[in-house]
Structure formats: structure tokens, C-alpha cells
């Protein structure tokens, strides 16, 4: 018995102090961990500054742990410090962002090491430079805000970084030469902003840089020799700047280059015959420069080239001569706008498997050229030439085509001859000699593509036809041809409807009151026709309304009065049979009101 009450005891006794230990563990692993309160002060000082946030990221912020994979964006390391922040919108809802400025307190995070900040379009104020404590930072990307001032040259202290973008605020001054130190940098990405100045030659210590972009801003001077320095890089962009004089001759040296946009800038000289060097290039954008002579022959050496940009510039006769073999992979050119007469398009285009093919102002004569693969073709650009005659063969088997413009040429052709295929979504005729009816184009076959119709300045006659619903134009523009009748109230039924002329032409009636459910509507020309009767109120309804022209017709009555009708300026009305109110003369017995 007594052995019993003994056993029965030290199971007791090792039921109290045997198992305390794996109790503990128990405890403690059902404790949360939490993060630093440093760092967690620090992200809440972040948030405390952003005072209007629809992308809902700040609302899971809640809470003492910020590592406990709750709070959107953050990430931690096994020590439970913040080493992430990365709140990016959602690329598909524009209508998502933040606003607010960037707080000091990030400053404050000593182990992150990627600080992304992206798209919130609505964060201004200056970059603080407290960021330059973040030492362990390889990442910064701060694009597409609003972020304003000049770049800190405190950014330079922050000797890790590998990723630098700033691109897409309103950034200005120079480019500091400072972040020549961050001699780590692979990527950096300051376009889109109102940077001016050089390139600081500070640059040439960035050997690793794979990735270089300055596009959009105001930079200035020449493009540094030291550019070939860079033997990694695959990416350059230094597009719709002011950089002038010649290209350097080292870029070409750059074997990985797959990259490069020029465009837009004063760039001057000939294209050296060393382009053949760039065996990895993809696409070439010199366009909009002011570069003279011929297309070196060498580029037909591009093997990997499939986009070609030598648009708008003094390039003359003649082209290069281009074997079957040469330039395999292209799939899309550009020579518009050059001093180049070809009368016809060459054969090493028109027989290749092109998905785009610019040939604006190249003085291209005769009939529409023919496409050995039309079947191919995604964008057609043969406007401000001298082709003549038909287009009831040129559509044929087009299957792919979205993008016409043959605008600015001598052109014959009733529209019953536009078989347009079916995915189609711009069409642009205008300045031609093509006569019929709009029917031909507004049937049950139309597209529901199509978003862009303009064949003004024409000879079309007929009248408006009727529209039906699950149309999605965007613009219409028939002025400037011999239109008649009046504008069917089915107008309504463009409901995505941005822009919309139908000028100098014939018609009579009154405005349909159902024009004002076009609330898209940001641009309207009824000006020159026969239209009588009043301007309809319902117009009021189109809140957007940046340009309206009423100009001679044979309108009578109130003008709306309310923005913006009643602030456009008076020739807008102007030349019409009695149109009163602002910004005309009062109506009769009637006492203009102060303008608010």
C-alpha cells in the first residue's frame, strides 16, 4: 500500500516537474513574434504622412507585429527586422493611388534592403534625405509619383545599390555627378522627370550598368564618349532630350547592347558604318534627329534586329541594298519623313513577313503597293505620298491588320470598295479624292473594334447613317466633304465617343438633344453646316467638354449657360442667325448674370 501511495507520488512529482520544459516551448511558440518597434515606429511614421490611400495597402497596418506577414509590402529577415518595403499599384486600376509625401522615418529602417514605392501617382514633396542612412539598401525604386525638387546628393552614400529609379515625378536640376560613387549600380532609370543639364562625366565609373535611361527630361549637350565604357549593358534610352552632336563612335563597341532609343533629340552626322558591329541589337530608334547621308549598308549585318526607327530625319537616296538573308529577324520599320524619293516600295520589304511598315512622305507614286504576306501585317503608315488609284484589292487577306493611314495622298475610290477586316480598330483616309456613302462603313459588319475613323477632307457625300449599339469609336471625323441631311439622334449610340467632327459640310436640322449623353465627349466641331434651331441644354451633361465649335450655321436661341459653354470664346457662335447669351450679347429681356 505504502509502495502504491509512493508511486502514485512520484508520478505526481513527475507530472509537475518533468514536462515544465516542453510546457515552456509550448508557451513560447504560441507567443507571436513581433518586429522591431524601432522599424515598426518607423513604417507607421510612413503611414501617418500618407493622408489618402485607395489602394487599401496602409489598412492591414494595424496591430504591434509588423513581421508577421500581415502588413502589405513588408517583409523581415529571421531577426524580425523589416529588410522589404514594396507597395506597388496594381498596373490595371489606374484609379488606385496614394496620397501624401514620403516620410523622413523610412530613414529609420536600418536593415531594409529593398525600398519600392511605385505608381501611387499622388506622393510628392522631395525625396528626404534621411534615405541616405538605409546603407544596406541595393534596391530604390520610387517611380511614378509626384515627387518633386531636386535629386539628393545624399543618395550617393548608399554604396550597395544595384537599382536606382527615380523615373516618372517632377524631379528637376541637374543629374548630381555625385551618383558617379555608386559604383555598384546596375539599373538606373531617371527618365520621365525635368532633369537638366549633361550626363556628368562622374558616369564612367558605372561599369556594371546594364540597364541606362534618361528619356523624357530636358538634358542637354553631347553624349559621352565614355558611353562604350559600358560593357554589360543591354538597355539604353536617352530619348526626347536635347542631346546634340554626333553619335560616338564607341557605342558601337557594346556587343550585349539589344536597346537603343535616340529619338528625339538634335543629334547631327552620319551613321557610322561600325552599327553592323552591334550583333545583339533588337531595335534601333534614331528617329526625330537630324541626322544626314545614307543608311549604311552594315546594318543588314543586324542578324537580331526586329524594330527599325530612322524616321524624321535628312536620310537621302539611296537605300541600302538589302539581300533576302539580311536583317532576318526584322518585323518592323520606320522611314518616314526622310529626303528619300523610292516611287515604290523595295522589294526587301514589301516580300518579307513585316508586322509594321512606315513609309510616310517618301514620295512612293502609282497604285497601293502589294504585300507578298499581307496576312502579317498589324500597321500600314503610307500617308503624304502620291499613290493613286483603288483600294479593292489592297485589303486582301489583311487579316491582321489594326492601324490604316493612308491619309494625304491622290487616292480614287468609292467606300463600298473598304473591305475592312474584321479586327481593325484606326482607319485614316483623310485628304484623298474617295467619294460615296458612310454606310459603306457604319453597317451591321463594322467592326466592334474599331475606335478611330477619319475621312475628312474628301468627297463623300450621302448622309449620316444611323448607328447601333456595340459600336467603340472614339473618334469620328468626316468634315470637310459633302455630307447632307441631318445628325441622326442614334448619334448616342457612341457612348465611348471622345472626339467628334463633322464640319464644312451640308447639314441641316437641329442638334439632337441625345448628343448630351456623350459624356466621354471632350471634343466637338459643328461648325460650317446648315444646322438651325437652339443649342440643346442637354449638352450640359458633357462635363468634359474642352472645344466646342457652333460657327456658322443658322442657330438661334440661348446659348447653355453653364461651364463650359458659357466661357468658350464668341467665336465659337460667331456667324450664326441669333445665338445670345454669354459669351455672346444678352438675349432680348433678359439681364446677363455675373459670371461667377
Given amino acids: 500500500m505504502q509502495i502504491l501511495i509512493w508511486v502514485s507520488k512520484l508520478l505526481f512529482i513527475c507530472s509537475v516537474f518533468s514536462f515544465p520544459p516542453l510546457s515552456l516551448a509550448q508557451t513560447i511558440s504560441q507567443t507571436p513574434p513581433v518586429c522591431s518597434e524601432a522599424d515598426r515606429a518607423a513604417l507607421l511614421g510612413f503611414k501617418a504622412k500618407i493622408v489618402t490611400d485607395t489602394t487599401e495597402s496602409l489598412s492591414s497596418w494595424v496591430g504591434t507585429d509588423c513581421c508577421g506577414g500581415d502588413w502589405e509590402g513588408v517583409q523581415c529577415n529571421p531577426a524580425r527586422r523589416v529588410i522589404t518595403l514594396a507597395l506597388q499599384r496594381p498596373a490595371r486600376d489606374s484609379s488606385l493611388y496614394m496620397k501624401g509625401t514620403l516620410s523622413s522615418s523610412l530613414g529609420s529602417l536600418p536593415f531594409l534592403e ?19 542612412k538605409l546603407t544596406r539598401l541595393t534596391q530604390l525604386v520610387l517611380e511614378d509619383n509626384s515627387l518633386q525638387g531636386n535629386i539628393p546628393l545624399s543618395l550617393s552614400q548608399l554604396s550597395h545599390l544595384q537599382t536606382l529609379s527615380l523615373a516618372g515625378n517632377r524631379l528637376k536640376g541637374a543629374v548630381p555627378p555625385s551618383l558617379g560613387n555608386l559604383r555598384n549600380l546596375e539599373m538606373m532609370n531617371l527618365g520621365r522627370n525635368f ?92 528617329s526625330s534627329n537630324k541626322f544626314i547621308g545614307h543608311i549604311p549598308a552594315s546594318i543588314s549585318r543586324l542578324q537580331n534586329l526586329w524594330s527599325l526607327n530612322l524616321s524624321r530625319n535628312g536620310f537621302s537616296d539611296p537605300l541600302p541594298y538589302v539581300s533576302s538573308r539580311g536583317i532576318p529577324s526584322l518585323l518592323s520599320i520606320d522611314l518616314s519623313f526622310n529626303n528619300l524619293s523610292l516611287g515604290t516600295v523595295p522589294n526587301w520589304i514589301s516580300d518579307r513577313q513585316l508586322s ?39 485589303l486582301s487577306n489583311m487579316t491582321s491588320l489594326q ?16 473591305k475592312v477586316p474584321d479586327g481593325i480598330s484606326s482607319i485614316d483616309l483623310h485628304s484623298n479624292q474617295v467619294c460615296g456613302s458612310l454606310s459603306s462603313i457604319f453597317d451591321n459588319q463594322t467592326s466592334s ?78 461648325s460650317i453646316n446648315r444646322l438651325t434651331g437652339k443649342l440643346p441644354t442637354s449638352l450640359l451633361g458633357i462635363k468634359i467638354m474642352r472645344h466646342a465649335n457652333f460657327r456658322a ?16 470664346p464668341a467665336s465659337a457662335y460667331a456667324h450664326n442667325l441669333c445665338l445670345c447669351g454669354k459669351p455672346m450679347p444678352p438675349c432680348r429681356g433678359k439681364k446677363q448674370e455675373i459670371s461667377q
Avoid at 121 to 132: R, V
Avoid at 377 to 388: E, G, Q, R, V, Y
Avoid at 403 to 418: G, P, Q, Y
Fill in 114 to 132: 529593398v525600398l519600392v514605392i511605385s505608381g501611387m501617382k499622388l506622393i510628392s514633396g522631395p525625396i528626404p534625405d534621411s534615405f541616405s
Fill in 195 to 286: 532633369l537638366s543639364g549633361p550626363i556628368p562625366s562622374s558616369f564612367k565609373t558605372l561599369l556594371h550598368l546594364q540597364s541606362f535611361d534618361l528619356s523624357f527630361n530636358s538634358l542637354s549637350g553631347s553624349i559621352p564618349e565614355f558611353i562604350g565604357l559600358f560593357r554589360n549593358i543591354t538597355f539604353i534610352d536617352l530619348s526626347n532630350n536635347q542631346f546634340s552632336a554626333h553619335l560616338p563612335i564607341s557605342t558601337f563597341n557594346l556587343a550585349s547592347l539589344s536597346y537603343l532609343s535616340l529619338s528625339h533629340n538634335q543629334l547631327t552626322g552620319t551613321i557610322p558604318d561600325q552599327i553592323g558591329n552591334l550583333k545583339s541589337l533588337t531595335s534601333l530608334s534614331l
Fill in 356 to 394: 509594321d511598315v512606315n513609309l510616310a512622305g517618301c514620295k512612293l507614286r502609282g497604285n497601293l503597293p502589294k504585300f507578298t504576306r499581307p496576312d502579317s501585317l498589324n500597321s500600314i503608315d503610307l500617308s503624304n505620298n502620291f499613290l493613286t488609284g483603288g483600294i479593292s484589292t489592297f
Fill in 403 to 418: 492601324n490604316l493611314k493612308l491619309s494625304n495622298n491622290l487616292l480614287k475610290f468609292d467606300l463600298s470598295e473598304l
Fill in 449 to 526: 473594334f474599331l475606335e478611330v475613323i477619319d475621312v475628312s477632307k474628301n468627297l463623300i457625300s450621302g448622309t449620316i447613317p444611323e448607328f447601333t449599339q456595340g459600336l467603340s469609336l472614339k473618334v469620328l471625323n468626316i468634315g470637310s466633304n459633302k455630307i447632307a441631311g441631318q445628325i441622326p439622334s442614334s448619334i448616342s449610340s457612341l457612348v465611348e465617343l471622345e472626339r467628334l467632327d463633322i464640319s464644312r459640310n451640308l447639314i441641316t436640322g437641329m442638334i439632337p438633344i441625345s448628343l448630351g449623353q456623350l459624356e466621354n465627349l471632350h471634343w466637338l466641331d459643328l
Fill in 553 to 568: 450655321n443658322r442657330l438661334c436661341g440661348e446659348i447653355p449657360q453653364g461651364r463650359p459653354y458659357n466661357i468658350f
